[in-house]
């Protein structure tokens, strides 16, 4: 029911009764609408662009929280990534040095992102700097700790075949400290003692008693064992690593070919068979097949003393 508008007449003094036409009744109720509306728009656009919900005010908290922790994670990987760069440089310079292995070149340490943008997923994301840079660095530490447990891998493959080339190679004196009387011949150029004529003496000659032990003085595989003319019964063992080592003149040969042996092994007695004055063993070392003064392989079982008058004997006898 609308309501009945009065207007004051100040010359009948009365209250007449305003008339008023269907298109001003249906204006007024228009422009109380229009007004309802904007006031409603106003407030809507208040609530929505300046005021959050509840449920956007924890997302926002939310969000920061997430920022600061993932700042606190990008300094965080800053200081591992120090801790690799530490561990890096310690394998180059100190333990890969100590295997006698070239350091890694920084181009493997140090991988590239190069070509296309392969962070391009993340740049429509807010905050896609911080997120962006805390991924690649992730990234690269990743390839980076991937090169170093190579690294280290390889390591322990030189520390394991260090350990078994110090096992492998010849170094101690074919007969023990006790059966050997003397040294009788050194190793270079001499006058045979049969033959009367200057000859390399490729190995070195240890007198003791027919009989004696001889002994592996590597650990390897008995390559040969059996009659090798001016040698007579001679048993040579393959070390690996190009070291080989013969040992000539044999009374018995107790090893056979293939066979596994290790150092301080007894292969063989001393003897004089093939071209011999008198019972020794005549041994030799080869590196690369080529023949090295065997004295120099005498170190595991003497003392430095010892070892530089051995020296001294093969080299001037
Ligand atoms: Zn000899």
């Known amino acids: 029911m609308g309501k009945t508008s009065y207007h004051f007449d100040p010359h009948t003094l009365i209250y007449e009764e305003v008339k008023r036409s269907i298109g001003q009744t249906i204006w007024a109720v228009l422009k109380q609408l229009i007004i309802g509306i904007g006031i409603g728009v106003v407030l809507f656009v208040i609530a929505f662009y300046i005021m959050d919900s509840p449920r956007e005010q924890q997302l926002k908290k939310e969000n920061k929280l997430l920022v600061a922790q993932y700042g606190v994670l990008s300094h965080r990987i800053d200081e591992y990534q120090k801790v690799l760069d530490d561990l890096q440089q310690r394998d180059d310079q100190l333990y890969r040095a100590i295997f006698n292995a070239d350091p890694i070149p920084a181009s493997i340490r140090r991988p590239g992102f190069g070509g296309t943008n ?7 994301i807010s905050n896609s700097e911080l997120v962006i840079s805390t991924t690649k660095k992730l990234d690269i530490m990743t390839k980076e700790m991937y090169v170093q447990s190579n690294s280290y891998d390889e390591l322990i493959g030189l520390i394991k075949q260090k350990e078994q080339r110090m096992n492998n190679i010849p170094a101690i004196r074919p007969l023990s400290g006790k059966d050997l009387k003397n040294v009788s011949s050194g190793f270079g ?16 000659d240890l007198n003791a008693e027919g009989g004696s032990p001889i002994y592996a003085t590597g650990n390897g595989t008995v390559e040969s064992a059996g009659w090798e003319g001016g040698y007579g019964h001679c048993v040579v063992i393959d070390h690996g690593f190009g070291f080989k080592s013969l040992y000539g003149h044999c009374k018995e040969m107790l090893v056979r070919p293939g066979q596994k042996v290790s150092r301080g092994q007894k292969i063989a007695t001393v003897g004089m068979t093939g071209v011999a004055s008198g019972n020794h063993v005549h041994y030799e070392v080869l590196v690369k097949n080529k023949c090295d003064n065997p004295a120099k392989y005498f170190f595991m079982d003497l003392s430095p003393e010892e070892y530089s008058e051995m020296l001294y004997i093969a080299e001037h006898r």
């Open 118 to 124: 392969r962070y391009e997923h993340l740049l429509d």
């Open 189 to 204: 150029p001499r006058i045979h003692p049969i033959f009367g004529d200057l000859r390399m003496h490729t190995g070195i």
